[in-house]
């Protein structure tokens, strides 16, 4: 799937299209139209942000190219994200049973005092807040069930 970019005295007009659009409408590819090459959206670290209000092309190497743009978050705006995060854990049903985690401001996630340990096969651990460790749990019931942390047992719901 070849792609070209109308351009005008250098500059890119509109987006990319598709070399078979191009040769059915116009029966060839017009001199004004360029080879382009699409580049795979970057992987953003938590506290990045993709700015997508405007599309942005380069020409490299003779082929014109995506060029995205990466910042970093403001102060504020990570002192948000943070704050939703938290929020957010501690919306959740039964939320007390995790009041001991922690915001991990590395990586913007809720984080438990003690690590979780490694799976054991056929065993179920979840952290138990009255005892502030993880706990294995009863093996999980056929149907429509959900844990309780405070009977610690499984409830059908």
Known sequence: MNLYIETDNGATKNHPALEDNLIQAFGTIPSHWEPFSRVERPVLDVYQILDLSVASYAKVGGVWIDVWTVRELTTEEKTAKQQAVIDAFNSRDQASNWSAWILDKTTCTMQPP????????????????????????????????????????????
Not at 126 to 151: I, L, M, V
Request: glycine share 6%; proline share 11%; aromatic share 20%.
């Open 114 to 157: 003690i690590p979780r340990p490694d799976p054991i096969e056929g065993k179920i651990v979840f952290w138990c807040g009255a005892d502030a460790s993880w706990k294995e749990t009863p093996a999980r019931p056929e149907g429509n069930y959900k844990f309780d942390f405070f009977a610690w047992n499984w409830v059908a719901i």
